[in-house]
């Protein structure tokens, strides 16, 4: 590590010393590809932290980590570095810049100003003591959740108390238990067992135990997130000043396509107005829908009811058990229909290469080709839980490739998951929601293998954030489609295609609650710019009560006094920047996904011609052109929101 550190510093020198005239290959392309060998090295170490972790790799990590953090957040802050670019930009050569070129320059100026290139001495040391700060507290907050999530487990040895749950997650709690050499049925806090518990087990005592455990994850002894919270707030809030800037928000937002918290506000702030009087209303049916069931004197829903209530009024409402889909959906038959969908949209070949060395058994490795049968690279798929490795699902870009120097050099990446793992002798049989998460990381793949950016740093998915999930979430419109779902969805036993009569189900109950689902993640949203904007430490007091007391007006359900979620928010807290006042992009990307597969939808879901206008204009150019113009070159226009609220059955 020290090695590859004195190499990017030794560039870095360079850089700063370079004689004679700047040209763009001299300057700016020195400062693209300086911390490549750096960055490869901790991207592979950052991943295996992630995915195969343990107590001496997370050590050796998080020794190199504040050292290497500090290095980057010095690039900006090296002031021989930052005149030799500022003397390039003034050169003939720059002013004659243009394309991705001419982007970067100016991205990289904007970069260096709101790192602080030209703060006085003082104002340099101490943002580099904020970052340093911010690296290693946001790094122990990720810890905590996840030994706090780990440090949890359940065990019910009656079986009786198991009515509701449905077999599939009965046999993998008895797995579970067998493992760890226990009797009866072992619950965790990872996905899986949580949400099966919550969606369909009978015992409201087992329901409340789980939730009450979620719910205030990191919130007590060594791994309590509360400490640390309001401390990385106000670092944050601290470093935006000191930059100029109003709050983190504004800082962030400067170069996405929001571009200021105001404005990301106001479009949350919009599509709460449509969705609130749905929201109410649907809170008031699932209310008499339980009264209808178990008589006018049963109580308001508390919210380890909802979802289990919820579950019931859907099936009675749709006739529809989204267990019944299972079946039809196994992890190998879903990932060979994936790759069958992008072949006919992007002509791209993905093959599995057995024998590749892996971190897990369970891991797999794929090569990826061009219809003309040119290399574009590889990836390894990572979908099972286990205990050394982090929740949720994820793309990675272990090396981004590109063209270079008249060559194309080849991407490699990563796609992670907690999904379903077979169990009780049968394969991986996922949930819709879980094809859905396969599409989905795929989708941020396909925007890292298709990348044609020559200068790295702007390729693949190294976008604006607000941007980033639109080719994810596009990839999720294709699991709602019927002759999508044909190429892959198949009866795991009898081969048989999901039966039309279960799959209008599947069609009707998508908007089923559709606006607590907006209202959830509009809460979300809110919470994360409300604390970096408004939250004041003197005024408002504890975070945790804090964003509670916005969540609750987003809640269908009341929610307990200990109720924590923010102390377990590892999107916003878990690394220095991560989605923090950056939640709402889910649901700006949102509006742009569900208005882009309009295009599909009216040329063809396989349209090879749609599908090259998409890989062309946004899969295939990074962040060498601005998003928005991206976007309107493929749509012809601006985003619309309105294909969202038609799609979420609010419109
Ligand atoms: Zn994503």
């Known amino acids: 590590m020290s090695k590859l550190l004195e190499g990017a510093r030794s560039r870095l020198e360079a850089l700063a010393a370079q004689p004679g005239e700047r040209t763009f290959d001299n300057t700016m392309h020195v400062l693209d590809a300086m911390t490549e060998p750096l960055d490869y090295a901790m991207g592979v170490v950052r991943h295996l932290e992630s995915v195969a972790t343990y107590p001496e790799l997370r050590a050796a990590f998080n020794a190199a980590q504040p050292e290497v953090s500090a290095f980057y957040t010095g690039i900006p802050l090296h002031a021989e570095s930052w005149k030799g670019i500022k003397t390039f930009a003034a050169t003939s ?40 700060e911010l690296t290693q507290i946001t790094t122990k907050f990720g810890e905590n959740v ?77 791994y309590d997130n509360r400490k640390i919270l309001p401390r990385i707030i106000e670092l944050r809030r601290e470093k935006a000043r000191l930059l100029g800037f109003a709050d983190f928000a504004d800082l962030v937002l400067e170069d996405r396509m929001a571009h200021t918290g105001a404005r990301a506000l106001s479009f949350l702030a919009d599509l709460k107005e449509k969705t609130v009087r749905r929201f109410r209303e649907e809170n008031l049916e699932l209310l ?38 299972r079946p039809y959906f196994r992890l190998e038959k879903v990932t060979e229909g994936l790759f069958d969908l992008v072949n006919r949209l992007y002509g791209i070949r993905v093959t599995e290469e057995p024998g590749t060395p892996v971190w897990d058994p369970a891991v797999r490795y794929y090569n990826m080709r061009d219809e003309e049968g040119v290399y574009i690279g590889g990836f390894y798929a990572d979908w099972y839980p286990r205990e050394n490795k982090r929740g949720g699902a994820w793309m990675d870009s272990l090396i981004t490739g ?37 599409f989905h990381e795929f989708g ?25 999930e639109l080719p994810s979430q596009i990839m999720e419109n294709w699991c709602w489609e019927r002759q999508a779902l ?17 799959f209008q189900k599947m069609k009707r109950a998508r908007t089923f609650r559709a606006a607590n689902t907006q209202m959830r993640q509009l809460g979300f949203g809110f919470v994360d710019l409300l604390v970096h904007v408004k939250y004041d430490p003197a005024r408002d007091g504890d975070p945790v009560a ?45 509006v742009l996904d569900a208005d882009a597969f309009t295009r599909f939808r009216e040329g063809g879901i396989f349209s090879r011609d749609v599908g090259q206008a998409f890989r062309a204009n946004i899969l295939s150019k990074g962040d060498s052109e601005d998003p928005a113009e991206l976007y309107r070159a493929f749509m012809g226009r601006e985003p619309d929101p309105r294909a969202l609220l038609i799609r979420s059955g609010l419109a």
Request: hydrophobic share 40%; with cysteine.
């Open 546 to 590: 804090y964003a509670r007391g916005i969540l609750q007006e987003f809640s269908p359900a009341p929610l307990p006094e200990a109720h924590a979620m923010l102390a377990a928010f590892t999107h916003l807290f878990s690394s220095p920047v991560g989605y923090g006042a950056g939640y709402y992009s889910y649901k700006w990307a949102e």
């Open 486 to 502: 044909d190429l892959f969805a198949r009866h795991w036993e009898t081969g048989e295609p999901i039966p039309e009569d279960l």
């Open 93 to 132: 050569e720059a002013a004659g810049l243009n394309g991705a070129r001419r982007r970067f320059l100016h991205k990289t100026m904007d970069t260096f100003r709101r790192h602080g290139a030209d703060l006085d001495p003082a104002g340099k040391a101490r943002l580099e003591a904020i970052d340093v």
């Open 444 to 468: 941020h793949l396909l925007h890292h293998m298709l990348s044609r950016v020559e200068i790295r740093s702007m390729a693949g998915t190294n976008v604006a954030w607000d941007f980033v």
């Open 146 to 222: 996840l030994d706090a999530t780990n440090q949890f487990e359940l065990l019910v040895t009656n079986e009786s108390r198991l009515a509701g749950l449905p077999p599939t997650a009965v046999v993998s709690a008895r797995e579970s238990a067998q493992r760890k050499g226990k009797e009866g049925w072992r619950f965790t806090l990872q996905a899986p067992d949580y949400f099966a518990v919550m969606t369909y087990l009978d015992d409201p005592g087992i329901r409340r135990q789980l939730y009450d455990a979620f719910s205030v994850r990191a919130t007590t002894g060594e």
């Open 402 to 438: 590109g063209p270079a120097a008249g060559t194309f050099r080849p991407h490699l990446g990563l796609i992670c998951g907690n999904l379903t793992p077979p169990a009780g002798g049968k394969p991986a049989l996922l949930t819709h929601r879980e094809v859905e998460t396969i």
């Open 288 to 325: 008499e829908f339980r009264r209808s069931v178990e008589g006018p004197a049963a109580p308001e829903l508390e919210p380890w009811d909802v979802a289990y209530y919820a579950e019931k009024q859907r099936a009675a409402l749709y006739d529809f058990d989204e267990e019944a889909l």
